[in-house]
Nanobody, 117 residues
């Protein structure tokens, strides 16, 4: 089992910045991917960004150049630095983990990000 605890959401004006954190605990595999998805009201959950344990990153086109994902493997923590936020970034952001040996999907409880215009 893996537990994910998120922090850092909130309310910010358009053009502002926020930093999300997600700490993983439990059975953390040496090979894994962590990341962030988001879900806006009435929409499906969508990928924001992921990062593997080797440091490879993947971003949604809508956030490229504005968001940066990083991780601290010693702390089993993933970060999402969000800059130049737009009202359309408003959503609940969910932390995600998938790793060896089971490769099961784990989700955090979600943190609200609201960007006002």
């Amino acid at each position: 089992q893996v537990q994910l605890v998120e922090s850092g959401g909130g309310l910010v004006q358009a053009g502002g910045s926020l930093r999300l954190s997600c700490a993983a605990s439990g059975s953390i595999g040496s090979i894994n991917v962590m990341g962030w998805y988001r879900q806006a009201p009435g929409k499906q959950r969508e990928l924001v960004a992921t990062i593997t344990s080797a440091g490879s990153t993947n971003y949604a086109d809508s956030v490229k150049g504005r968001f940066t994902i990083s991780r601290d493997n010693a702390k089993n923590t993933v970060y999402l630095q969000m800059n130049s936020l737009k009202p359309e970034d408003t959503a609940v952001y969910f932390c995600y983990y998938r790793g060896s040996p089971s490769y099961s999907n784990y989700w955090g409880q979600g943190t609200q990000v609201t960007v006002s215009s």
